[in-house]
Structure formats: structure tokens, C-alpha cells
């Protein structure tokens, strides 16, 4: 089984500013990594991908992670955050070979002026 | 590209009845789609994976008579709530994916359904 931890429930931050988003994923097997957005009262938006490859991988938005196998971590960066980028932010795997996506519990990233 | 709709966005019910939520892939052939339910700043949880013209595979401590799926085509899956009591009000969710022999694709979800039952 896989799962995921995002120790951070709550992430202040002014704009401008750089953020890192903490996830480490737990499993026995090889997995795909995600991260997707969610803004309020709306779906998820898939915001960037790890599946094999390039360790660092570049996604919409400005956004980045960067897989670490040794680590078990695929934490998410921004350079400079923007007002809008306020939202709530999950890290998920899925197993190579199967179909389920586990989640994290969600970081919400609090971008204020 | 990789649309996922879901209708309607907001529906409120009375308890006892039921509601259908659609989820629809609008430019491409969804092979599985999956079902979320999602509580107030929570998670998603995963309710049910269901492959067009296959019966739903559910998860664990799911209600199968209580959750019904229907897969009828590539672009179409359907969610009813049968009988829905308060305790069922949730925000639903559901993804569309195409999946090869070496599942590397990747899920699109639709912008959710918000379900109160009065």
C-alpha cells in the first residue's frame, strides 16, 4: 500500500516570496508522483508530474518538484508566489500497474500582500 | 484538452430521495473514471473505479447499493445517491483517465458537485 504525508496543514507566505511544499510518500513499490490544485469550490488541476526520467520536473504556473527517491520526497517550489496562488495543494501516488491515486491530506498555501 | 464536466454543480435534496450526478469527458475517450468524495478541508477519498461496460470496483466500507455506478460509454459515467440522508452531504468529485497497459496516464478531474441533503 502507498501513502502520502503532508506535514504542513497551513503554509503563510507573502507574495513575492518563495514557497516549498513538503510531501513524502510511503511505498513498496514504484510510483508515479503528482501534485494538483484545488481552488475553493472547484475540481483538481494537475499541476505537474513525475514518472520516470528527470528528477526535476517543471509544471504550470510557475511551479516545479523535484523527485527523490533516497528521500521518498517530491516537494513542490515556487520562486515568487502571487496572490492567486492561493489555494489548497495535494501530493499524490500511484503504484506503477495500478490504477488508484492515494492522496496527502492537503497543504493550503495563504498567499497574503 | 482533457475536459472533465460533472452536472449538475450544486444540488439540494430532500432526505430520502435520490440524485444523479453525471461525469462526462468532453475531448477524449475516458476508458476508467473514478468516483471522490471530499469532507470539508479533508482529502480526497476514493469511493469507486469504474471501466466503461464493467461493473464498478468499490472501496472499502463503501456502499455499493447505496452509491450506484454506471460506466454506459467512453465519455459518460453516472453516481446515484439512493436515498440520501444529511450524512451523505459531501462534495463529489470524479476523474477521467485513459490507462495503457502501463497505467502512465494520468487522471482529469471535473470541478465537483456539492451535495446537501436537507
Redesign the interface.
Known amino acids: 500500500a502507498q501513502s502520502v504525508t503532508q506535514l504542513d496543514s497551513q503554509v503563510p507566505v507573502f507574495e513575492e516570496a518563495p514557497v516549498e511544499l513538503r510531501c513524502n510518500y510511503s511505498s513498496s513499490v514504484s510510483v508515479y508522483l503528482f501534485w494538483y490544485v484545488q481552488y475553493p469550490n472547484q475540481g483538481l488541476q494537475l499541476l505537474l508530474k513525475y514518472l520516470s526520467g528527470s528528477t526535476l520536473v517543471k509544471g504550470i504556473n510557475g511551479f516545479e518538484a523535484e523527485f527523490n527517491k533516497s528521500q521518498t520526497s517530491f516537494h513542490l517550489r515556487k520562486p515568487s508566489v502571487h496572490i492567486s496562488d492561493t489555494a489548497e495543494y495535494f501530493c499524490a501516488v500511484r503504484a506503477t500497474g495500478f490504477q488508484k491515486l492515494v492522496f496527502g491530506t492537503g497543504t493550503r498555501l495563504l498567499v497574503s500582500p | 484538452g482533457a475536459v472533465?464536466s460533472?452536472h449538475p454543480s450544486r444540488v439540494i435534496c430532500k432526505s430520502g430521495t435520490s440524485v444523479k450526478i453525471e461525469c462526462r469527458s468532453l475531448d477524449f475517450q475516458a476508458t476508467?473514471m473514478?468516483w471522490y468524495r471530499q469532507f470539508p478541508k479533508?482529502?480526497?477519498m476514493?469511493m469507486a473505479?469504474s471501466n466503461e461496460g464493467s461493473k464498478a470496483t468499490y472501496e472499502q466500507g463503501v456502499e455499493k447499493d447505496k452509491f450506484l455506478i454506471n460506466h454506459a460509454s467512453l465519455t459518460l459515467s453516472t453516481l446515484t445517491v439512493t436515498s440520501a440522508h444529511p450524512e451523505d452531504s459531501s462534495?463529489y468529485?470524479c476523474?477521467a483517465?485513459v490507462?495503457g497497459e502501463?497505467?502512465?496516464d494520468?487522471?482529469?478531474?471535473?470541478?465537483?458537485t456539492?451535495l446537501t441533503v436537507l
Open positions: 472533465v460533472q476508467t473514478f479533508q482529502s480526497l476514493l473505479t462534495f468529485i476523474s483517465a490507462l502501463e497505467y502512465t494520468t487522471q482529469y478531474f471535473g470541478p465537483g456539492r
